[in-house]
């Protein structure tokens, strides 16, 4: 018998994917630099509330702008948490 179980798809991000994305956006410096830091937790913060589905959606459009070359646009919800992040940090 085989059984499927499907996850919803407003199923929030699970904590390891967050705190791998935090982990890659921190480096791997051995004294990171505290207005990074700071980012990476406001990025992560804000990518706690995202479905699985907008994850998913967001880090596609991101990987093709990303191939599409130097005047490649970041998708507009990453594009938006990363300027709110950086307004927090450099208030």
Known sequence: MLVMVASP?????PEVVLDSDYKNCVGN??????N???????IRSGMQGWSEDTYMNAAQQAAT??????NAQ???QI???AKKCL???LH
């Open 29 to 34: 410096d051995a004294v990171p630099d505290p």
């Open 9 to 13: 798809a407003f199923a929030e991000l």
């Open 65 to 70: 702008a990303s191939k599409s070359g130097a």
């Open 87 to 89: 307004a927090q940090v």
């Open 79 to 81: 594009e938006d948490l």
């Open 36 to 42: 990074r830091l700071a980012f990476c937790g406001c």
């Open 74 to 76: 970041a998708p507009a």
